[in-house]
């Protein structure tokens, strides 16, 4: 039997929730109009609240890497020593930007589905204390790994000088963040993630300090200059033409955002993310990090099940499209996104979906064990 929904449960892309479509088959209005000028004002002031922070949060149209280009050019010139971290495929990235503008990364590496800890960075930064930065990756979409944000900021902030620089493109939402509170100078996200809108939009906050430097910058920049942004700022508007129907449906996004306050959003993002993998362990699956993110659950594929077959089994009777591993984990771990626009009764249905996809490929379990394990979980949001 197959059904006709599509249900995501990946990483990003995720679910764009009705009210926020019913806004895009409204009719378009122009960007340089104070119609748009004034929704634009209202993202501006929102995207303060959702990042935490009193500075301005820019708006760029691209993807999530973008913003991680934008955070590399403006903030670093050619020839200086940054620290990042390569645990992920994402992590990976922050240094393949550097050297593509003749940056020098100094590269922690870490085994994929691990986490750096705040002295292994304190560690290099002893070493290489000219370093002016230090890229981070909050919550490694790769692998399911989340970082102890908060205190590898604090010991950064402790040892070094050095910018903190943070990808929270699927953390911000998922986990708590708050960038002035914790000593972040920079921060960039993206639309396709918590924010639950399709993909097109990055976002990226800096600090004073950093807006301080950003406005010395000589790394060679067009597109992704800050400088054009913060000018545009001045006009209310933006230095290109922006993906104004997702501003749109962003502004509508940072309303639900607002009206259910972010404190429940991370708790319910916290306790969907623990049903679950309650959930896959009672199916018999095994965790694939003992780190895990809010953002997205890695499970490993067992050995006696074949990748495709389960995926496509998921998709074709139940709508449901999970992801997999990437580089050398492909075909290896199964990735469940959870972060954005889900609720209880979404996550026992993937569950359920789940237990009845093994339960046809001969898995042996207890039946019904992983939906009760998830129920057991989402009961803290209802029951006291």
Not at 138 to 157: H, W
Request: with cysteine; charged share 20%.
């Amino acid at each position: 039997m197959k059904l006709n929904r599509s249900r995501l449960f990946t990483p990003g892309p995720t679910p764009i929730p009705d009210f926020i479509l019913r806004k895009f088959n409204e009719p378009i209005i122009h960007h340089r109009k104070p119609e748009f000028e004034a929704i634009f004002s209202s993202v501006r002031e929102g995207l303060k609240y959702v990042f935490q922070t009193a500075h301005e949060v820019f708006v760029l149209t691209s993807s999530g890497t973008g913003a991680m280009e934008a955070a590399v050019v403006n903030l670093v010139n050619p020839g200086d020593q940054v620290i990042t971290v390569d645990a992920g495929k994402f992590g990976e990235r922050w240094a393949e930007i550097c050297h593509t503008y003749r940056i020098q990364p100094v590269v922690i590496k870490k085994e994929w589905g691990e986490a750096v800890q705040a002295d292994e960075i304190v560690a290099i930064l002893k070493k290489n204390p000219a370093a002016k930065a230090v890229y981070l990756t909050y919550s490694e979409t790769s692998t399911g790994v989340a970082i102890d944000l908060p205190a590898i900021a604090r010991a950064i902030r402790q040892h070094s000088d050095a910018l903190i620089i943070v990808d929270a493109i699927s953390a911000l939402v998922a986990l708590p963040l708050k960038m002035d509170e914790w000593g972040l100078d920079v921060v960039v996200s993206a639309s396709q993630k918590g924010f639950m809108l399709p993909p097109g939009l990055a976002f990226i906050a800096l600090s004073p300090r950093a807006q301080e430097i950003m406005q010395k910058s000589e790394t060679p920049k067009f597109y992704l200059s800050l400088k054009k942004a913060s000018k545009s700022i001045g006009s209310g508007t933006t230095p290109f033409t922006p993906a104004s129907t997702i501003v749109i449906g962003l502004n509508e996004s940072i309303h639900y955002l607002k009206e259910k306050g972010l404190e429940t959003v991370w708790r319910e993002h916290a306790v969907f993310a623990t049903a679950i993998r309650s959930a896959m362990q009672a199916c018999g699956l095994k965790l694939f990090t003992n780190f895990p993110s809010n953002a997205v659950s890695a499970v490993w594929c067992p050995a006696a099940i074949d990748y495709s077959q389960l995926t496509k089994m998921l998709q074709n009777q139940f709508g449901i499209i999970i992801a997999g591993g990437q580089g050398h984990l492909k075909g290896k771990i199964l990735r469940i996104g959870h972060v954005g626009y889900y609720d209880a009764l979404d996550i026992i249905a993937f569950v359920s979906a789940m237990e009845l996809t093994l339960l046809q490929l001969k898995w042996k379990f207890e039946p019904v064990a992983g939906v009760q394990a998830a129920q057991n979980e989402i009961m803290k949001l209802f029951v006291s």
